[in-house]
């Protein structure tokens, strides 16, 4: 190729440079002639045609460069010479004249020398010399510089001339083609239609393309439907095989703005063969004619067309999509007025995003498309296929993103939670989202799941979430939020310990504890939360030591107050922790429930009080809660407290004037035991046994009116002190009768005292006899017996006197028998009744010191009266030893942690068994066996 170049290039320049070496032959040798050489006008033009003719191109054109146009000077200067005969030659004339005329006016025209070259072409086209070609040439040469000087009339007319020299060439076929242009430009449109018609073909019957073109565009111009055209048309592309021209011919008569007679062509063209471009077009004018039955079919047209439909010509392509914008645009803005606008401009969007899925206008697209729907259902779905379409074409994150937000959004709006939670979750993962965004949405997401009860995914997300307050310097408003809903499914599903590792994770971080105002807020709350956990934690903990450590922190620190003291104090109960139960009463200020408890624990002393502060008006009256009270005090060995509740006792003794027969003997033995038994202690209701008693021994003791009236007014046997009263009022008595002599002067009155004073002390000792206890009885027929005998005797051993005759003697003896022996018979009366008496003594020293009188003078048998062995009014209170205190305090230390310890209170009860403290171990055995009882009871 390039060889070849060459070899072109050489010969192009060896012709120039032959005209050249011509051109300088004939200057030379036409200079070197003579003015009057009749040769040197012939090769005057000679030269000037050398001039003109390098002037002129290969293409017949003339030169454009410097050289050229000095060739064409040249050349006009020299035929000027020749036509008016200049440098001595003579003018030229004739034919040859004519010729050279042309020549002039055409270099004149080529230089732009048109108003000079005028004269010459109307020589030319007036001449009778003139041949029908140079006339043409003329014509047409003055005809196109009119045209130029926009005189439309005047180059109408040189065309009108130039076209008598036509012989149906294809220069008739120009100049009808610029007439055509002429009429077309003052605006006589049917002759510039004709003409034109007329310069279709060249003399080859050929079909010339600009002709055709203009045609076209003429016919597009008249007013008209466009129907006979089109058949003018389609006739003529049939007979060239131009199926292309009907197409033409609609866009120029869109082109001249009769978009009418446009379309009818294009629906013609496109009735015959369908196809993407067409239907978009015709769609796009049916919309400015409104008439909108024509817009759904094209539309529906273009919606059935396939991606694969789109032509692959670029330009077409890209038309098409101008189209469609510039329809969805007009239909936008037609649509914020007219509703029956909206379905259109939703179905072309969709259309257009259907087929152009990469359009740079996408986003725009599916905005308005947003826009002119109203079903947010309907745009949730749409969004999920332009997702999809946006990641299978590669659309940028940022994008995808943007729908994604707008997809979440609707569906928050239609309370869709799967999509929400869909997109949030899809959002959440995505490249272009900052940290803080991700964060937001995939606590959406979470929030959504939360919303459903779906605890199982919320839960780990918010937990991810969450976990920003217990590592970071300050917990964001995701991680607030979290926190707290994490807190809320835990409560929910009843996860307290959750509740409470969640809160501690927090409370970890010194940072967020630092902190203050709102966040300061937030975790108070939370602790308040996680201490209401807790607490829960605890209720549904059963019957634990956690549940009840629980209960009582709450219950001491005044926390839900009401309800965590009173399951503490169930618990404690339940779990023996004696403690804490106190502890809890004590807070409670249950004195009550305390004084039982206090009981039960071992600390007597406390729980008597409680009694005597709970129940002061009843211990005024109540026997039974003072007996209570005391043995209370007794327990805690609280001697001083038990003696002021019998105080108590005793005043209401004295108030009922009774005393219930099953508590005398244990008010009597404690009264006795705290040496409360005193004379006062007489007006007691007691059974009168026991006053006799009492008042016998504290006669014995400290003898005192009330006390011996009392029991010598009995008349009978009330205890050694009456028997001592008895006994020395019987001796006085004997011994007054024994004073009394009846010897002597007054013998006989005398011994009628003594009978007297001796039947007063029997009398008396009689009265006696049946009351007393046999001892005293014993000592009673003893002084009787002894009275008796020794009266006996004494008359018996009565003296003489001297003047009795020794033959009275025998007499006054007999007579001193005979008195002697009634009271003889007395004596042996008491005598067998002393035997008999004696014989019932089953007490073997009694018995001995009774046999052992027998043969003994006892001069006082009242002293020989002992006080009782064991005292009546004084108890025997025996102290338990400091070994065994020492193990009563161990054993309560046992029962303040479990009251119903049956070790200790068994070990208690043998304590005080063996102390000899039989009462206080009663109330030990009688609490252990009552929880024997209830466990039995529970068992059944």
């Known amino acids: 190729m390039k060889g070849i170049a060459l070899i072109v290039t050489f010969i192009v320049a060896n012709v120039l440079w032959a005209n050249d070496v011509l051109i300088n032959e004939v200057k030379s040798l036409r200079n070197s002639l003579s003015y009057q050489d009749p040769a040197k006008q012939e090769l005057t033009l000679r030269l000037a045609d050398l001039y003109f003719n390098g002037a002129i191109g290969q293409n017949g054109e003339t030169e454009s460069s410097a050289k050229a146009t000095t060739y064409q000077k040249n050349a006009l200067r020299l035929y000027k010479e020749v036509y008016t005969g200049k440098n001595g030659m003579k003018a030229i004339d004739g034919e040859a004249s004519i010729k050279v005329a042309f020549q002039i006016a055409r270099i004149q025209e080529r230089l732009g020398m048109g108003n000079e070259s005028i004269p010459y072409y109307e020589k030319v086209l007036q001449s009778s010399l003139s041949t029908s070609l140079l006339k043409k040439q003329s014509a047409l040469a003055l005809a196109d510089y009119w045209e130029k000087k926009d005189n439309w009339k005047n180059s109408l007319k040189y065309y009108n001339q130039s076209i008598q020299f036509c012989k149906m060439d294809d220069t008739c076929n120009y100049v009808r083609y610029r007439k055509a242009w002429l009429h077309y430009k003052i605006g006589e449109l049917a002759p510039a239609i004709e003409n034109m018609r007329l310069s279709l073909w060249d003399k080859k019957g050929q079909i010339r393309e600009q002709s055709l073109r203009d045609f076209i565009v003429f016919i597009s111009n008249d007013t008209t439907e466009g129907f006979e055209e089109l058949k003018e048309i389609e006739s003529l592309s049939k007979k060239i095989n131009r199926p292309g021209l009907l197409r033409d011919l609609a866009e120029a008569f869109y082109t001249a703005g009769n978009r009418k007679a446009g379309t009818n062509v294009l629906a013609h063209i496109n009735s015959k063969k369908p196809n993407f471009y067409y239907n978009i077009r015709l769609m796009e004018e049916f919309y400015g004619f409104r008439s909108w039955d024509d817009v759904d079919q094209y539309l529906s047209a273009v919606e059935n067309e396939s991606i694969a439909d789109v032509p692959v010509d670029e330009k077409e392509s890209k038309e098409i999509v101008k189209i469609f914008r510039r329809i969805i645009v007009q239909l936008d803005a037609e649509s914020k007025q007219n509703s029956q606008a909206k379905p259109y401009l939703k179905r072309s969007i969709e259309t257009y995003l259907k087929h152009f899925p990469r359009d740079e206008m996408r986003k725009k697209m599916q905005e308005g498309w947003l826009a002119v729907v109203d079903d947010n259902n309907e745009k949730i779905e749409k969004l999920k296929t332009w997702i999809v379409e946006g990641l299978q074409n590669d659309e940028s994150p940022k994008d995808i993103r943007q729908l994604r937000q707008t997809r979440l959004s609707l569906a928050q709006k239609e309370k869709l939670v799967d999509i929400e939670i869909e997109e949030s979750l899809a959002l959440s993962e995505m490249e272009v989202v900052s940290p803080n965004e991700r964060r937001e949405f995939q606590y959406v997401a979470a929030r959504a799941y939360y919303g459903q009860k779906n605890y199982d995914n919320a839960l780990p997300i918010f937990k991810k979430l969450a976990s920003q307050g217990a590592n970071a310097s300050q917990a964001d408003k995701w991680a607030i939020l979290s926190q707290n809903l994490v807190l809320d499914i835990y409560n929910t599903q009843k996860n307290y310990q959750g509740i409470i590792d969640q809160v501690n994770s927090w409370k970890k971080n010194s940072s967020l504890q630092a902190n203050s105002g709102e966040l300061s807020n937030e975790m108070q709350s939370m602790i308040g939360i996680a201490k209401k956990a807790t607490f829960e934690k605890a209720v549904v903990g059963g019957e634990s030591q956690e549940s009840l450590a629980t209960f009582y922190q709450y219950c001491m620190n005044n926390e839900e107050t009401e309800k965590s003291c009173s399951n503490a104090k169930v618990l404690a109960v339940k779990l023996q922790d004696q403690e804490k139960l106190v502890k809890i009463l004590e807070k409670l200020g249950d004195k009550k429930a305390l004084m039982n408890e206090y009981e039960l624990m071992g600390r007597f002393a406390s729980a008597a009080k409680l009694h005597e502060e709970l129940e002061a008006k009843e211990l005024k009256t109540d026997l039974e809660l003072n007996l209570k009270v005391a043995l209370l005090y007794e327990l805690a060995n609280d001697q001083i407290n038990r003696k002021k ?68 007014n009995e008349g009978k046997y009330t205890g050694p002190a009456w028997a001592r009263y008895v006994l020395q009022e019987v001796e006085s008595l004997d011994q007054k009768q024994r004073a009394i002599t009846f010897y002597g002067r007054n013998s006989q009155s005398k011994f009628k005292k003594r009978v007297t004073a001796i039947e007063k002390m029997m009398s008396k000792a009689q009265s006696y006899l049946d009351g007393s206890n046999l001892e005293t009885r014993i000592y009673l027929l003893n002084i009787l017996e002894s009275a008796y005998s020794d009266f006996s005797q004494e008359i018996l051993n009565s003296p003489i006197p001297d003047n009795v005759p020794a033959e009275m003697i025998s007499q006054v003896k007999d007579s001193l028998a005979q008195m002697a022996q009634p009271f003889i018979e007395v004596k042996d009366k008491y005598s067998k009744l002393k035997v008999e008496q004696i014989a019932q003594i089953t007490d073997e020293k009694l018995k001995t010191k009774v046999m052992n009188l027998e043969n003994q003078k006892v001069a006082n048998y009242s002293s020989l009266i002992q006080p009782w062995e064991q005292s009546f009014l004084s108890a025997d209170v025996k102290k338990i030893e400091t070994v065994k205190v020492a193990k009563i305090n161990n054993e309560i230390k046992k029962l303040e942690e479990n009251p119903l310890n049956p070790e200790a209170l068994l070990s208690l009860e043998n304590i005080y068994q063996e102390s000899d403290h039989k ?17 039995q009871e529970a068992k059944l």
């Open 919 to 935: 009462r206080l171990s009663s109330y030990f055995k009688m609490r252990r066996e009552k929880i024997n009882d209830t466990q």
């Open 645 to 712: 509740t019998y105080e108590r006792i005793v005043s209401i003794i004295k108030k009922n004037k009774a005393i219930p027969e099953q508590y005398e003997a244990l008010i009597f033995q404690n009264l006795k035991e705290m040496g409360m038994i005193d004379v006062a202690s007489l007006s007691l209701p007691w059974k009168k046994e026991k006053i006799l008693g009492m008042a016998d021994e504290m006669e014995w003791n400290k003898s005192s009116k009330v006390t011996k009236n009392i029991i010598m």
